[in-house]
Every structure is written in C-alpha cells, then in structure tokens.
C-alpha cells in the first residue's frame, strides 16, 4: 500500500508558475504509475497529467498541454507537477493519484480516475486575476 501527501500549493497570479510536489511512502514508488487530477469548486474532478513508472512517456489534457509538465524522481519517491502560464480557471484541488496494476496507457486508462488505486488528500492551487 502507498500513502500520497501533496504540497506546494498556494495563491499565485495569472501568468505565474507553480511546482506542486507528491511524496510517496514506501519503497516501491518506481512499481507505480503517478496522475495528476484536479477539481474546481462545483466541478467534476478532471484529469490533469500522467506519467509512466519510469517517467519515460506522459500525458497531458488539452487545457493544460504546452503549460504543464509532470515529471517524477523516483529516488525521492516524489512526482511533481511545474504549472506555467497560470490562468483563473486553473484554479482548483490538484490530487495526486497512483495506479500499481495497469500498463501505462495515456491514450485512456490513465485519463479516467477510477483506474487509480491510490489518492492524496490533494493541495488547493488558487490563480488570481
């Protein structure tokens, strides 16, 4: 089993960056494929970004493709999520997700939330105009 703690959360404004983090317990990190999700207030939880377990290939949503970029380092058991160009709509609980039984497919598995075994308690993400 694994535990997922996001941080790095925080107020910024539109047009800034923002790296939020997710850190894993235990020792097999690198057995997990890693998602970031994210919801705004009366919204569904959507999709973000994926990464493969060795971070090889990923996979992004079109809202937020060409901005965000997920990478992980599975020496710290940490995936990450760099979030450039920030807009208002942006603005949202991002969740970190793993998923230990599938093969990496960010073509669909990966998108869909309930392939995930795993979540985080998520870290508010909150961009100014």
């Known amino acids: 089993q694994v535990q997922l703690v996001e941080s790095g959360g925080g107020l910024v404004q539109a047009g800034g960056s923002l790296t939020i983090s997710c850190a894993s317990s235990?020792?097999?990190?690198?057995?997990?494929?890693m998602g970031w999700f994210r919801q705004a207030p009366g919204k569904k939880r959507e999709f973000a970004a994926a990464?493969?377990?060795?971070?090889?290939?990923?996979s992004y949503a079109d809202s937020v493709k060409g901005r965000f970029t997920i990478s992980r380092d599975n020496a710290k058991n940490t995936v990450y999520l760099q979030m450039n160009s920030l807009k208002p709509e942006d603005t949202a609980v991002y969740y970190c997700?793993?998923?230990?039984?599938?093969?990496?497919?960010?073509?669909?598995?990966?998108?869909?939330?309930?392939?995930?075994?795993?979540w985080g308690p998520g870290t508010q993400v909150t961009v100014s105009s």
């Open positions: 990464i493969s377990r060795s971070g090889t290939s990923t």
């Open positions: 997700a793993a998923d230990r039984d599938r093969d990496y497919s960010g073509g669909y598995y990966h998108r869909q939330d309930g392939t995930y075994n795993y």
């Open positions: 235990g020792r097999t990190f690198s057995q997990y494929i």
